[in-house]
């Protein structure tokens, strides 16, 4: 799995503070368990992120496992959640 996330947040003797990460979940579970706190406190502040997952096995493309596979990634999501999905291609995914 990896991940891509970009914060901007300003609070309290906090003029301003801004990140940007591109690599691996470990490393940005980390980096986003030291932001959740500094966010909790910005009076302003915001958040994107974007996981990139990658199956082994093609997912089914009928509606009701798509809709359940919908709703399980964006469970914990806070604010908006949306998932996006592409064939891989490359590796013989039809388009």
Do not use: P, W
Not at 17 to 36: C, H, M, P, R, W
Not at 54 to 65: C, G, N, P, V, Y
């Amino acid at each position: 799995m990896r991940c891509r996330f970009s914060a901007s947040l300003s609070g309290e003797d906090m003029e301003s503070f801004s990140v940007d990460f591109s690599g691996g979940i470990g490393k940005a579970n980390t980096i986003k368990s030291f932001l959740e706190a500094q966010i909790r406190t910005a009076t302003e502040h915001s958040f994107e992120g974007d996981y990139t997952l990658t199956f082994k096995d093609a997912l089914s493309t009928r509606a009701e496992k798509t809709e359940a596979f919908t709703k399980a990634m964006t469970r914990y999501g806070g604010g908006e959640a949306y998932v996006e999905a592409q064939a891989d291609t490359a590796a013989g995914g039809a388009a």
